[in-house]
T-cell receptor, first 110, second 115 residues
Framework: QQQVKQSPQSLIVQKGGISIINCAYE??????FPWYQQFPGKGPALLIA?????SEKKEGRFTISFNKSAKQFSLHIMDSQPGDSATYFC?????????FGEGTQLTVNP | GAGVSQTPSNKVTEKGKYVELRCDPI?????LYWYRQSLGQGPEFLIY????????DSGLPNDRFFAVRPEGSVSTLKIQRTERGDSAVYLC?????????????FGPGTRLTVL
């Protein structure tokens, strides 16, 4: 059963634009909601995470917006750069286990 | 500092063979995790160790898969009688304590190809 649904599957934006990736989850009992960034040939790396008692968290150009009632959260990348081109995964965390979405391949054109 | 390392980086084997994949976690991390990532998919949880013991092995797909962490540091994922469907990238992660929401740090993975 798929607990995390991520969209879009792929995204192309121009340098300086805003990238938005969305996730929806099916269970209410998760502890926190991280986003991971993965480059080809590398393991995923934590980008930013939010707890369910917070509606928004910002770190530099990256912002998570969290809507508990809708069971949705999103990643916003401001001023997107070519170096941001990677695959992004949302995840939910419970009892030491991460459950990942299917990923979004982001391409930022120069 | 040193991150999570995994060996080998690539493993090609034939259907029916036995393979071992090794993970060296970040020094001092008590929690260790194995995930499997199929092409175009997100990582899928396999097993979680707290110290030497498997705290949660509910993600192991069947009894051909087994993992150990005898001294609470290095871990080995063992796959018996490999099948073509086992082909994937096997990721290892470690975290400081494994409780609360401490960050899981991932290694680069071992790409397993079963011919």
């Amino acid at each position: 059963q798929q607990q995390v649904k991520q969209s879009p599957q792929s995204l192309i934006v121009q340098k300086g634009g805003i990238s938005i990736i969305n996730c929806a989850y099916e269970n209410t009992a998760f502890d926190y909601f991280p986003w991971y960034q993965q480059f080809p040939g590398k393991g995923p790396a934590l980008l930013i995470a939010i707890r369910p008692d917070v509606s928004e968290k910002k770190e530099g150009r990256f912002t998570i917006s969290f809507n508990k009632s809708a069971k949705q959260f999103s990643l916003h990348i401001m001023d997107s750069q070519p170096g941001d081109s990677a695959t992004y995964f949302c995840a939910v965390f419970q009892a030491a286990r991460l459950t990942f979405g299917e990923g979004t391949q982001l391409t930022v054109n120069p | 500092g040193a991150g999570v390392s995994q060996t080998p980086s690539n493993k090609v084997t034939e259907k029916g063979k036995y393979v071992e994949l090794r993970c060296d976690p970040i020094s001092g991390h008590t929690a260790l995790y194995w995930y499997r990532q199929s092409l175009g998919q997100g990582p899928e949880f396999l097993i979680y160790f707290q110290g030497t013991g498997a705290a949660d092995d509910s993600g192991l797909p069947n009894d051909r898969f087994f993992a150990v962490r005898p001294e609470g540091s290095v871990s080995t994922l063992k796959i018996q009688r490999t099948e073509r469907g086992d082909s994937a990238v096997y990721l290892c992660a470690s975290s400081l304590v494994g409780t609360g929401t401490d960050t899981q740090y991932f290694g680069p993975g071992t790409r397993l190809t079963v011919l």
